[in-house]
Every structure is written in C-alpha cells, then in structure tokens.
C-alpha cells in the first residue's frame, strides 16, 4: 500500500527561524513528489519534484528530493508569521493512466510573533 | 490559467437529506477529476477518481451508492451525498487535470473546497 510519511506533525517556531519539513514515502510507480500549503481552503500548490538533488527554490522556500532514500525536505528560511499553515506533502504516480495522489499527514507549523 | 472552481463553497443540510457539489475547470478540459475528504485536523483522503464519461473508480472503504459521482462533460463533475449523516461533514475538495495539452498534463489542479454541516 502507498503510504507518505510527514515528520514533525505539530511545530511552533519563532519568526525569524529556519525550519525543515521531512516527508518520506513509500510508493509504486512513483512519478513525482509534491509540496503543498493549506491555510483555511484547499491546498495551493509549491513545488513538484521529479529528480533527485536538484533543489527547487522559491523565495526563503526550498526543497530536494533524494529518490535513493525516497525522502524529501521542505525549508523555510527567515519564517514569518504569514508562513503559519499545514503544508502538505503528496506523492504521484501513475494508475491506469491516470495520476493518483497520495498525501501525508500533514505538518502543522505556527510562526509566533 | 489552470481555474478549478466549486459550488456551493459551504452548505449546511439535514440529516437524511442529498447534498450536491459542483466541480469544473473553468480555463481547461479535465479528462480526469478527483474528489478527496478532509476532516478537521487530518489530511487529504482520496475518494475516487472520475473520468469524463465513464463510472468512477471509488477507493476501499468509500460507499459508491452513498457518494455518487457523474463526470458527464469535460468541464463539470457532481458528486452527491446522499442521505447525509453528521459523520458525513468534513471539507470536500475537487481536483482536475488533463491527459494531454494544457495546462500541464497529468498535474493535478484543486478547487477551493466545500464545507459540507450536517445538523
């Protein structure tokens, strides 16, 4: 069974540090790794990762994938309180033609003022 | 470009009564359309994928006659919860996406959700 492990599921940090999101997963036909953050609506989309070692960067968001140890890690560097959400780790493949998605549990991170 | 929307974006019903929910990609023909549950403080569950035309595919543990499903064009999917209970509420989330041609095929692109209260 494709399982998506998320670590830490709860962290409360202060503005200003740096933080890592851990996702491992298990999966057949893997196809690509995503990262998503949910605030109080349906989850919008950060980065899709296909390849192992290349990072993906988007602003104080980064994040690599390592297919050998099938793990992914988001950062956020320099965090603000605007950074407080649930980000979400999903993984896709394949199915009869069709993508599946299958999503962690979620990390549920507090920035405090 | 990429525009998933759903309606209605929150409803409350009585227990027993039949909820419909509207899905559609407003910029791009879906060929496939996903409905995922979300309950409070968990994540997203997948429970079945549709294909435009066909029937759904329901994942384990999820009843077809109680969430039934219609893709009848490549712009809308319904998914209708009939003879709704209180354990029935929780945030139910559309995606859809392409096989070929725009936006990206296969990725998949979510609505904003709906917010189903059963009293």
């Known amino acids: 069974e494709d399982k998506v492990v998320q670590s830490p599921l709860s962290l409360v940090v202060h503005e200003g540090d740096t933080v890592t999101l851990n996702c491992s997963y298990e999966v057949t036909n893997f196809r690509s790794l995503l990262w998503y953050k949910q605030e109080k609506k349906a989850p919008t989309f950060l980065f899709m990762l296909?390849?192992?070692?290349i990072e993906k960067k988007s602003g104080r968001l980064s994040s690599i994938l390592d297919k050998k140890e099938l793990f992914s890690i988001l950062n956020i560097t320099a965090t603000q309180t605007g950074d407080s959400a649930v980000y979400l780790c999903?993984?896709?493949?394949?199915?009869?033609?069709?993508?599946?998605?299958?999503f962690g549990q979620g990390t549920r991170l507090t920035i405090n003022p | 470009g990429a525009v998933v929307s759903q309606h209605p974006s929150r409803v409350i019903c009585k227990s027993g009564t039949s909820v419909k929910i509207e899905c559609r990609s407003l910029?791009?023909?879906?060929?496939?359309m996903f409905w995922y549950r979300q309950f409070p403080k968990q994540s997203l569950m997948l429970m079945a994928t549709s294909n435009e035309g066909s029937k759904a595919t329901y994942e384990q543990g999820v009843e077809k006659d109680k969430f039934l499903i219609n893709h009848a064009s490549l712009t809308l999917s319904t998914l209708t919860v009939t003879s709704a209970h209180p354990e029935d509420s929780s945030f139910y989330i559309c995606s859809a996406s392409t096989l070929a041609g725009g936006p990206t095929p296969y990725e998949q692109y979510f609505g904003p959700g709906t917010r189903l209260t059963v009293t």
């Open positions: 910029d791009f023909q879906a060929t496939t």
């Open positions: 999903a993984v896709s493949s394949l199915v009869q033609g069709a993508q599946k998605l299958v």
């Open positions: 296909t390849s192992s070692g």
